[in-house]
């Protein structure tokens, strides 16, 4: 566990989810009862995660060239105690990338140089989120993020709907060893959970091609994050839970 904060939020603002919408829209109640409609930065269901008359925290754009100013970052859940997760897809990434500049994931080892959004796969039509090289790695490390924010109890699920594109990165993983390291990291976005596993209610496919990965020697590291209207810490790895579908 770091007590540094990785990210610092701007400035938030409180309201009451009234409903998610058209996937990237969610109507919110302002504390001054004003209803304003906010950019939903994240491509998933949020399942479990987006329930109308949720606590939510919004920023705020001063850019007049945005056609919605608010952007919705955290949502409160409640399946163990009150937590504040993380919504807003494009932070997972970023965040990662400056834990990795402060070496924070020791089972990763020691590297020199840090690459993101590089091409690779077949055709080299795809792009890794992370590339890691030099030191004391004989082996290029190819590192993929996965935002999680779907709980069973306190067992982090991903993924929490059918993605044939999360399929096919496991697969491009597989097909990089031995001559590469591959790593799925899952970037729990809530600070609720003890152990994580595949979503297979979900996406069945998927969690038998992650278990396939596994065997084949692909790295998973299920990394918990601490998320709050402050900001975001990093708190460590969880155990995974393969044995039993989900």
Not at 144 to 163: C, H, I, Q, S
Not at 193 to 206: E, K, L, Q
């Amino acid at each position: 566990m770091t007590e540094e904060l990785l990210y610092r939020y701007p400035t938030l603002y409180p309201g009451i989810l009234v409903k998610r919408y058209k996937r990237f829209l969610a109507d919110v109640e302002l504390a001054s009862g004003e209803i304003v409609t906010a950019h939903c930065p994240n491509t998933g269901p949020m399942t479990g995660v987006s329930k109308p008359g949720s606590a939510v925290m919004l920023s705020l754009s001063d850019n007049p060239n945005r056609k919605l100013a608010h952007t919705l970052e955290l949502i409160e859940v409640h399946d163990n105690e009150p937590t504040w997760t993380g919504v807003n897809t494009a932070l997972p990434n970023r965040i990662v990338k400056l834990a990795l500049e402060k070496y924070l994931f020791p089972e990763l080892g020691d590297y020199a140089k840090i690459k993101g959004e590089v091409p690779y796969g077949q055709d080299k039509k795809s792009r890794i989120d992370f590339v890691l090289t030099g030191n004391d790695t004989d082996k290029p490390i190819y590192l993929e993020v996965k935002n999680t924010t779907w709980v069973n109890g306190r067992l982090a699920l991903f993924p929490d709907t059918e993605t044939t594109r999360g399929q096919k990165h496991l697969r491009e993983l597989m097909a990089l060893i031995p001559h590469s390291r591959s790593v799925m990291l899952y970037f729990i976005n809530r600070s609720d959970c003890t152990a994580f596993a595949p979503g297979d209610s979900a996406d069945p496919v998927y969690g038998k091609l992650l278990r396939d990965a596994i065997a084949c020697g692909v790295e998973v590291l299920p990394c918990s994050f601490d998320v709050t209207p402050v900001g975001v810490r990093y708190l460590g790895l969880l155990e995974c839970n393969f044995a039993q579908l989900v």
